[in-house]
């Protein structure tokens, strides 16, 4: 079969948000030396971290006094977290995990969640073992798409081992997070004591929950950058035309110029404006893939001094992806938009047919081009799901799946 399609589906999703906005505090310091040791007194500019609380299901408890310590502070060019973690065994911690990028978690360690563009939910999540082991991946709408090639050597972490525990420390460069709008969570996965800490009173299924993470307080305005940057990663490039978005703003006193860049498989494609005083800006950048597989980036630079610049990333177009809702409610209205991409010539006149089948009897069909029209009020129970692409007699493209309808609430 041509792997020339590809098929992203953007599906309508609810999520309830707190009326309080989470915050932690964060303190203007000089940069600590990154080396797993908490120096004498060169951490004391930097705010610690309330208390951490034991995530749960239902509801979070607070953890053991000192079990679990944390620090955050800044200067101009870094976030700086520092880590102070009690174990029962002192030096013996266990170590299921000896590679980078692996399952990290699994072993005692803390992670920082960044969230770089707190409107699209996309955050980073940095990982580091007691023994030094780290791993770092990209995220999308609460970890629903996790680049995990990504990798960066920008961020800096160290971790020491003593008698009563471990002591991490990180270096998160601002080329990382664009915007001085971010948010954070921090959390320590305590495998000896079989519990996951986290510093903000999250509770549920996951952590992955961008929409919570804690504003930062306690930053400067004189800190600040003079030029910030809103930008919107694409969640699933397709072969073809993409684009990307970045909203700019210029909060310094003289004219701004800025070049925005994509950086495609050796290819830059890059795009151009300027900005007085006080002024907002959104700019569209359109870029192509012209291959599967391939290395990307993207960046940005004021008056010629670099503002962003995501590492290259590894980027792989998958030959189809179907992402429809497996759980209805009746007579709900859903709907899905599609993007389709039409490379091959013999698939210029190929049909996409939406079906539902129950009990074997064909209850729904549906041709379409990219826009889904809204599902039918369907009645409760389950049903067959069939999405096929169909072009005379040949049939490019057969995805089934079962869904439930559960009754109208």
Request: hydrophobic letters at 40%.
């Amino acid at each position: 079969m041509e792997k020339s399609l590809l098929i992203c589906a953007v599906l309508l999703a609810v999520s309830q948000a707190s009326g309080e906005e989470n915050f932690l505090r964060a303190g203007y310091m000089a940069p600590p030396r990154i080396d797993g040791i908490l120096q004498e007194k060169e951490w004391d500019a930097a705010a610690e971290v309330p208390a951490f609380h034991k995530f749960a299901y239902q509801k979070t408890q607070p953890c053991m006094p000192g079990i679990t310590r944390a620090w955050i502070g800044y200067d101009r060019d870094h976030l700086f977290f520092a880590f102070r973690c009690k174990t029962k065994n002192g030096k013996k911690i266990p170590q299921k995990i000896f590679r980078a990028d692996d399952a990290v978690h699994k072993d005692d360690s803390v992670e920082v969640f960044l969230c770089v563009n707190r409107k699209e939910k996309e955050y980073l999540q940095l990982t580091v073992s007691a023994h030094g082991i780290r791993s770092d991946a990209y995220c999308f709408r609460n970890a629903d798409a996790r680049m995990t090639s990504w990798n960066s050597p920008l961020w800096k972490s160290a971790a020491g081992i003593d008698s009563e525990g471990y002591t991490v420390e990180i270096a998160v460069p601002r080329l990382l997070f664009w915007s001085d709008d971010v948010t954070v969570n921090l959390a320590r996965n305590a495998r000896e004591y079989g519990e996951n800490h986290t510093a903000l009173p999250i509770s549920g299924i996951s952590w992955h929950v961008p929409e919570h993470f804690a504003a930062l307080r306690g930053i400067r305005p004189q800190m600040l950058r003079t030029v910030t940057a809103d930008f919107s990663l694409r969640t699933f490039p397709v072969l073809g035309r993409n684009q990307v978005r970045a909203r700019f703003c210029n909060r310094g006193g003289t004219d701004a110029g800025i070049v925005f860049y994509a950086a495609v498989d050796g290819r830059k494609r890059e795009k151009q404006l300027f900005l007085k005083p006080g002024e907002t800006k959104e700019c569209p950048l359109e870029y192509e893939l012209l291959q599967e597989k391939g290395c990307i980036a993207f960046g940005s630079e004021v008056n010629g001094k670099l503002l962003f610049q995501t590492p290259e990333s590894d980027y792989a177009i998958p030959e189809y992806s179907f992402l429809l809702p497996a759980v209805f409610f009746a007579g709900a209205p859903m709907s899905s938009r599609l993007c389709l991409n039409r490379i091959a010539a013999e698939l210029e006149t190929a049909e996409l047919h939406l079906d539902f089948y129950r009990a074997g009897e064909k209850v729904y069909s549906c041709p379409f081009k990219e826009e889904i029209p809204r599902y039918p009020p369907l009645a409760s129970g389950e049903y067959e799901m069939v999405l096929q692409i169909r072009d005379k007699d040949k049939v490019y493209l057969d995805k089934r799946r079962f869904i439930w309808v559960n009754p109208k609430i």
